[in-house]
T-cell receptor
């Protein structure tokens, strides 16, 4: 059974903390994505990566960074968490030339910054 | 700019009736793919259906069909014979080639569908 696994389902952090959200996939996919989901705004792309150590900014990269040291792992980093980063974070992966192959999602991490 | 627009924040449908969820997209690429996902209250993203830009036939998957009108840049999802379990958020998404020939995947704002008995 193919899987994308996010390290935490729920997370509570304090303002100013450095936060790491981890995502691991077991499908040998080249592409990995981080989205945040907010009511009324849908899924907004933060960053994506198409290869190890390669990353591209999405639509809302401010306040975030990413790391991809291994093909199967893609980390989202909040350098100094703020309350406006309270959200649901979704990780996804897909093959490089996806064609009709859908992206697979993790279960999501609901982050609350207090 | 590439964009997905879903103009219906919420929709209601009676059980066993059909419902259409709207999606329009904007891209200058000739090659792209369109997806629909379902997100129940539990939060997981469930893939429903795919349509490629070069596909001439509308995609169908069981009770789901995609009404693809390329000239109008629309990719509406049609759910036939709605069931109570269809109550969920529905997202339209588009995959387009990026500068590095990767596949950027962008989503719309979603439509919350509620099916009532």
């Amino acid at each position: 059974d193919v899987k994308v696994t996010q390290s935490s389902r729920y997370l509570v952090k304090r303002t100013g903390e450095k936060v790491f959200l981890e995502c691991v996939q077991d499908m040998d996919h080249e592409n990995m994505f981080w989205y945040r989901q907010d009511p009324g705004l849908g899924l907004r792309l933060i960053y994506f990566s198409y290869d190890v150590k390669m990353k591209e900014k999405g639509d809302i990269p401010e306040g975030y960074s990413v790391s991809r040291e291994k093909k199967e792992r893609f980390s989202l980093i909040l350098e100094s968490a703020s309350t406006n980063q309270t959200s649901m974070y979704l990780c996804a992966s897909s093959p490089l030339s996806g064609g009709s192959t859908e992206a697979f999602f993790g279960q999501g991490t609901r982050l609350t910054v207090v | 700019a590439q964009k997905i627009t879903q103009t219906q924040p919420g929709m209601f449908v009676q059980e066993k009736e059909a419902v259409t969820l709207d999606c329009t997209y904007d891209t200058s690429d000739q090659s792209y793919g369109l997806f629909w996902y379902k997100q129940p209250s539990s939060g997981e993203m469930i893939f429903l259906i795919y349509q490629g830009s070069y596909d001439e036939q509308n995609a169908t998957e069981g009770r789901y069909s995609l009404n693809f009108q390329k000239a109008r840049k629309s990719a509406n999802l049609v759910i036939s014979a709605s069931q109570l379990g269809d109550s969920a958020m529905y997202f339209c998404a588009m995959r387009t080639p990026d500068y590095y020939n990767t596949d950027k995947l962008i989503f719309g704002t979603g439509t919350r569908l509620q099916v009532f008995p």
